[in-house]
């Protein structure tokens, strides 16, 4: 399946994008191949762009202000993380890390606009 095709198809935040854009936006990704146990970002790093699971899974964790653990989450092909990018310069509010190989797609912010 192609990226363009991915992103119509298979991401629902994404869902009613046209042919045009979706091809923009596969045009404008990087391609991330991690291995299981990879960290992609960590806490408190800017974010780089809106982060689309095409393949294996993320887990996603943060730390709350006391220090405590929030609940960890984990996100699959088609599940995206970092959408406050979308409305200017940002933080990633959690820990990504790959559970096992995974492949994800990161588009820039300044894409999305």
């Not at 994404?14 to 960290?39: C, M, P, V």
């Not at 609940?71 to 092909?77: A, H, N, S, T, Y």
Request: charged content about 15%.
């Amino acid at each position: 399946m192609r990226v363009t095709e991915f992103l119509q198809t298979e991401v629902p935040f994404l869902a009613g994008i046209g042919e045009e854009d979706a091809y923009a936006l596969a045009r404008s990704a990087e391609q991330l191949l991690l291995a299981g146990g990879q960290l992609l970002l960590q806490q408190g790093a800017p974010l780089p762009g809106l982060i689309v699971v095409a393949d294996g899974g993320l887990s996603v964790q943060g730390k709350r202000a006391d220090a405590s653990t929030c609940r960890e989450v984990r996100l699959g092909p088609g599940q995206v993380f970092g959408e406050a990018c979308l409305s200017g310069p940002a933080q990633s509010p959690a820990t990504l890390e790959a559970t096992a190989r995974t492949l994800v797609f990161v588009i820039p912010a300044a894409a999305c606009a």
